[in-house]
């Protein structure tokens, strides 16, 4: 009787304890990985690709001033939207974070109109503007103007209304949309472009696909 009650006892502890290794590690990332938020940024009205239902969303926080955004813009985001995006595991958001004064905030309205009145057309343009950053000097060169971001808009495949955008800049129709993401830049403390979240978790290093993915892997796991 007493050998049974001992076998029980020592398989309910080993369940409980199993239990919690597994509870645990499921929610288990590394702080060297990526700083933990309680909840993921409330991304309504944000400019998103692919799956809308996507178990996890990854933003990015970017300027189309910033090279590093274009750089990360050409290496990371083309294999994640190849392995992730596509295949309806990430829905990938975008949110302006201009740092880089007065052409960083019209290049913000600029996309944010497209967003708004051709969103088929959102993404070519966000790409366009990133590559239309001058080889040297990106950060002091004068380059975002109405003019060169209307130039690019219309070199977009898909149809931009050019008239639509340039009353938008003119008049800062997006006012509220940029201010939104200001908001969001302090809530989640976002310091530097880009800013790579995962869900409610902020990456250390953004141009560590690898860490990327085992994020990515981790939140689609849950
Ligand atoms: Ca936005």
């Not at 898909?158 to 800062?172: A, F, P, V």
């Not at 302090?186 to 141009?207: H, L, R």
């Not at 696909?209 to 994020?215: A, D, N, Q």
């Amino acid at each position: 009787m007493r050998n049974k009650l001992l076998v029980i006892l020592t398989l309910v502890v080993a369940i409980v304890v199993v239990s919690w290794v597994v509870i645990s590690n499921s929610n288990n990332v590394s702080e060297d990985l990526a700083r933990e938020f309680d909840i993921a940024p409330a991304i309504e009205g944000q400019p998103h690709l692919g799956d809308p239902e996507a178990p996890v969303t990854v933003i990015e926080f970017g300027d189309y001033k910033c090279p590093s955004c274009k750089s990360w813009d050409e290496t990371v985001f083309p294999q994640l939207k190849e392995e992730y995006i596509d295949s309806g595991v990430v829905k990938f958001v975008h949110i302006n974070t201009p740092f880089h004064g007065e052409e960083s905030l019209l290049a913000a309205q600029a996309s944010e109109s497209v967003w708004h009145n051709s969103p088929d057309a959102f993404w070519e343009f966000h790409k366009e503007i990133y590559q239309n950053q001058p080889e040297t000097q990106q950060h002091d060169e004068l380059w975002v103007t109405e003019e060169r971001l209307l130039e690019i808009a219309s070199v977009v495949e898909s149809t931009i209304d050019l008239e639509r955008l340039e009353e938008d800049i003119q008049s800062s129709a997006f006012n509220e949309e940029v201010a939104t993401d200001i908001n969001l830049i302090d809530e989640y403390e976002v310091a530097q472009t880009p800013t790579i979240m995962v869900n409610n978790y902020q990456m250390n290093n953004p141009f560590d696909y690898i860490s990327l993915v085992e994020l990515v892997e981790t939140e689609n796991n849950q």
